[in-house]
T-cell receptor, first 115, second 113 residues
Framework: DAGVIQSPRHEVTEMGQEVTLRCKPISGHDYLFWYRQTMMRGLELLIYFNNNVPIDDSGMPEDRFSAKMPNASFSTLKIQPSEPRDSAVYFC?????????????FGQGTRLTVV | AQSVTQPDIHITVSEGASLELRCNYSYGATPYLFWYVQSPGQGLQLLLKYFSGDTLVQGIKGFEAEFKRSQSSFNLRKPSVHWSDAAEYFCAVGAGNTDKLIFGTGTRLQVFP
């Protein structure tokens, strides 16, 4: 397996525009996580899915953020409209589960810059 | 709720020196504990994990960590640091009855030749 695949690697957009980040988890993994990493806040969990169902979205900063997982092999994180303070690195991760001998595998991240 | 504290934001060591990165957690029961490493421009990679059993855990790249329940700590160690170990290190805790991982704020390691 190629690991967790995120696209794009880099995104520069203007304030007010819609941004969509994409993630392909490792095949067979039941859990998918979206994280945001900034200098100020470190690594924050935004939302996670179990078997394509959102379980906890309490970390989503506001209504401008939304995430979907239409099937087991694809998830999106959308920001509409984007703002400069959304600039960060967004990571997607997947895992079999966390209640056992397993780990979360991270993608390489999408570096988002909103100007 | 569980939480993780990494008291050292930035650590600098000389190549060949020993290393200890501190991690303290807060959780009522026995936690699942992890150390991840992030190289520049990369995602996070698991170094090691503790679920139960032997409190001294061996990981990849020569790292080890010791779970000390009495101190609520899970410090990461390496006897001799290599220049390639320069990276950011994250401690994380997972609760047994939920599926979330909570990460610490990270410790940036700089290695001088």
């Amino acid at each position: 397996d190629a690991g967790v695949i995120q696209s794009p690697r880099h995104e520069v957009t203007e304030m007010g525009q819609e941004v969509t980040l994409r993630c392909k988890p490792i095949s067979g993994h039941d859990y998918l996580f979206w994280y945001r990493q900034t200098m100020m806040r470190g690594l924050e969990l935004l939302i996670y899915f179990n078997n394509n169902v959102p379980i906890d979205d309490s970390g989503m900063p506001e209504d401008r953020f939304s995430a979907k997982m239409p099937n087991a092999s694809f998830s999106t994180l959308k920001i509409q409209p984007s703002e400069p303070r959304d600039s960060a690195v967004y990571f997607c991760a997947s895992s079999l589960n966390l209640q056992g001998n397993t780990e979360a595998f991270f993608g390489q991240g999408t570096r988002l810059t909103v100007v | 709720a569980q939480s993780v504290t990494q008291p050292d934001i930035h650590i600098t060591v000389s190549e060949g020196a020993s290393l200890e990165l501190r991690c303290n957690y807060s959780y009522g029961a026995t936690p699942y504990l992890f150390w991840y490493v992030q190289s520049p421009g990369q995602g996070l990679q698991l170094l090691l994990k503790y679920f139960s059993g032997d409190t001294l855990v061996q990981g990849i790249k020569g790292f080890e960590a010791e779970f000390k329940r009495s101190q609520s700590s899970f410090n990461l160690r390496k006897p001799s640091v290599h220049w390639s170990d320069a990276a950011e290190y994250f401690c994380a805790v997972g609760a047994g009855n939920t599926d979330k991982l909570i990460f610490g704020t990270g410790t940036r390691l700089q290695v001088f030749p």
